[in-house]
């Protein structure tokens, strides 16, 4: 971003070397060689057709041609309904904690809210989810270690309907070097979870690292071929993040962001706001 930054100066003239320089920035923003290469191109027709030759002028342009794949959602709960949202994404991108983040805000707001912990093969994970919930005075809906994952989400939701309507937040296994298995587990639970759910009540969100980079990409790939994806939760994201991989998810399978987080804490999760994103990845003023 502070590349972006320095490299759009006030009264300074575009050249040649500026719009070599900017493709290189945006793949160090981590939108891809391709997307990059584009975006340069775009912007050098959009410049000489416009006879722009002042940089700062030019960035303008550039955020007229990235807003569009800044692309957010917003999922509501429905009131007397069994609401179901599926927490996809590899080990290690915060995804147990995002879950609970999400609870949490949904629990703020009003709503009726209960925790499954569907990833019954890391021993820690149904641990850690017990702990948010027990720290967010949220319920946590678990099974014995190495039981049927998809078993956790139908008792949830079972317990979700018998009082009167609920939102079960659904941490999931994230083994990807074990990709066949993981697969046919989260087909198993996207059926149970699409069956128990109400009508429209059932959303599947993937966790992405904002520093991963273009992995994120695949990673967003392997999940929406997989069970399809509604939604995009982008964690470890702050000043120092590059983040533009959002565009690039949005640009390549049109999967919308829903949530950020910013930090560790519970209320560190803000909804996505296209204009603030887009400006903070540009290095201009909110």
């Known amino acids: 971003m502070g590349k972006i930054k320095n490299l759009f100066r006030p009264k300074s003239k575009i050249s040649d070397e500026f719009f070599d ?28 057709e416009k006879k722009i ?62 925790l499954a912990a569907s990833d019954t093969f890391r021993a820690a994970a149904e641990e850690q989810l017990e702990m948010h919930g027990e720290r967010l005075g949220i319920r946590v809906i678990a099974h014995q270690h190495g039981t049927d ?38 087909q198993k639970i996207n059926k149970i979870a699409s069956q128990k759910a109400d009508e429209g009540c059932y959303k599947k969100l993937i966790v992405i690292d904002a520093t991963t980079g273009q992995n994120a990409l695949r990673q967003a790939e392997v999940f929406s071929q997989s069970v399809g994806v509604d939604g995009i939760v982008l964690t470890k994201y702050d000043s120092t993040a590059r983040g533009g991989v959002a565009f690039t ?24 706001e296209p204009e603030k994103y887009t400006n903070e990845f540009l290095g201009l003023e909110n």
């Not at 320089?21 to 000489?48: M, W």
């Not at 998810?249 to 996505?272: H, M, N, S, W």
Request: aromatic share 6%; proline share 2%.
């Open 21 to 48: 320089d900017l493709t290189d920035v945006l793949v160090e923003g981590d939108l891809g060689v391709k997307f990059a290469f584009e975006l340069s191109e775009q912007l050098r027709d959009i410049c000489a």
């Open 53 to 114: 030759e002042d940089e700062e002028v030019a960035r303008q342009e550039l955020k007229n041609l990235l807003l569009p794949f800044a692309k957010s959602v917003s999922f509501d709960v429905e009131k007397d309904k069994v609401n179901i949202f599926m927490m996809l994404g590899v080990n290690g991108v915060g995804k147990t904690t995002s879950a609970a983040k999400i609870a949490n805000l949904y629990k703020q707001a009003g709503e009726n809210v209960l």
């Open 149 to 186: 994952p998809a078993a956790v989400v139908f008792d949830a939701a079972d317990s979700a309907r018998s009082s009167g309507g609920a939102l079960v937040v659904a941490d999931t296994a994230g083994r990807l070097h074990n990709k066949e298995n993981l697969v046919r587990e989260l």
């Open 249 to 272: 998810i949005a640009k390549e399978l049109g999967i919308p962001v829903a949530f950020v987080c910013t930090g560790e804490k519970y209320a560190d999760i803000q909804k996505f």
